[in-house]
């Protein structure tokens, strides 16, 4: 601080650690937050699904979700 105190907080774990991990939701609502300036919000939701899903959908699906992935505006991106 300007007086020349120091304040110091000091963190065991955070919510998404190993010893506290996040639900799904808070996993889902942290992607889409992220993720907003890369992605309309339909690719978010598709990608979402997909990894919710991750068992059982085939890697060309996934993979090819995420070749739609881009900044938005930009050239190849997404442009929604």
Same mark, same amino acid.
């Given at each position: 601080? *300007? $007086? #020349?105190?120091?304040?110091? =907080? /000091?963190?065991? $774990?955070? /919510?998404?650690?190993? %010893?506290?991990?996040?639900?799904? /939701? !808070?996993?889902?609502? =942290?992607? *889409? !937050?992220? +993720?907003?300036?890369?992605? &309309?919000?339909?690719?978010?939701?598709?990608?979402? +699904?997909?990894? $919710? &899903?991750?068992? %059982?959908?085939?890697?060309? *699906?996934?993979?090819?979700?995420?070749?739609?992935? #881009? !900044?938005? #505006?930009?050239?190849?991106?997404?442009?929604?």
């Amino acid at each position: 601080m *300007h $007086d #020349g105190r120091v304040l110091q =907080k /000091e963190k065991s $774990d955070y /919510e998404g650690f190993r %010893s506290r991990p996040m639900i799904w /939701e !808070r996993v889902a609502e =942290k992607f *889409h !937050r992220l +993720a907003a300036p890369y992605a &309309d919000e339909s690719l978010r939701r598709e990608l979402v +699904a997909a990894v $919710d &899903d991750l068992a %059982s959908v085939p890697v060309s *699906h996934l993979t090819g979700l995420l070749t739609r992935v #881009g !900044r938005r #505006g930009e050239e190849g991106g997404n442009t929604a």
